[in-house]
């Protein structure tokens, strides 16, 4: 596609339930980032994936969070059981290299509320 | 200490002023920087890439000093239209970028 999409844009869930995210980078962007900011808060990497394997999931804050990707292109960002705290604008961004080194481009979020 | 930081502001500027922040880094083996620019309730969006001492694009000038481990940006002639948060980033030795906590501008009529 022309940019990255991602969906829904916004959800509204209750606390316990379990979500999932879509991400659809740019057309041939092998690799694909996972970042949420809270509330007037700075980007917080959550997930890396080169291709459909992740490299780095460090910063994934418990294991209610997973992720996963196929086919080199879509990805899933899973929270289990939610909770109010994981309330915030979850983004995914795509890139072409294999490392940061030219930047990335950003979708435009999925905004979730747990209440 | 952090591996970048930014002063949060707020910047408030008069329309037509020329206002500059920086962002400072603490590992050195970074070889290409950026700045965002993120409108309120939107994405961050690529403003300008660093990957020398420097880099211009119309009234934007990025800037390395890699001796003193940061980055500036310059936004001359401001406008009205370069109200935002501007966030700077790098990957600071990995393959994801880590980003500032960013610098909130208002350019004021």
């Known amino acids: 596609g022309a940019g990255v999409s991602q969906s829904p844009s916004n959800k509204v869930t209750e606390k316990g339930k379990d979500v999932e995210l879509r991400c659809d980078p740019i057309?041939?962007?092998?690799?694909l980032y996972w970042y949420r900011q809270s509330l007037g808060q700075g980007l917080e990497f959550l997930i890396y994936?080169?291709?459909?394997?992740?490299?780095?999931k460090s910063g994934l804050p418990s294991d209610r969070f997973s992720a996963e990707r196929t086919g080199g292109s879509v990805s899933t960002l899973t929270i289990q059981r939610t909770q109010q705290e994981d309330s915030a604008v979850y983004l995914c961004?795509?890139?072409?290299?294999?490392?940061?080194?030219?930047?990335?481009?950003f979708g435009s979020g999925t905004r979730l509320t747990v209440v | 200490r952090k591996e970048v930081e930014q002063d949060p502001g707020p910047f408030n500027v008069p329309e037509g002023a020329t206002v500059a922040f920086n962002c400072t880094y603490s590992?050195?083996?970074?070889?290409?920087f950026f700045w965002y620019r993120q409108d309120c309730r939107k994405e961050p969006k690529l403003l300008m890439s660093?990957?020398?001492s420097g880099n211009e694009d119309g009234r934007f000038t990025a800037q390395l000093n890699r001796a003193s481990q940061y980055i500036s940006l310059l936004i001359r002639d401001s406008k009205l239209s370069d109200s935002a948060t501007y966030l700077c980033?790098?990957?600071?030795?990995?393959?994801?970028?880590?980003f500032g906590t960013g610098t909130r501008l208002t350019i004021i009529p």
């Open positions: 961004a795509s890139s072409l290299a294999e490392t940061a080194f030219y930047g990335y481009t």
């Open positions: 057309s041939g962007h092998t690799a």
């Open positions: 994936f080169q291709g459909n394997s992740a490299p780095d």
């Open positions: 590992n050195s083996a970074s070889q290409s």
């Open positions: 660093v990957y020398s």
């Open positions: 980033a790098g990957p600071f030795g990995n393959e994801k970028l880590t």
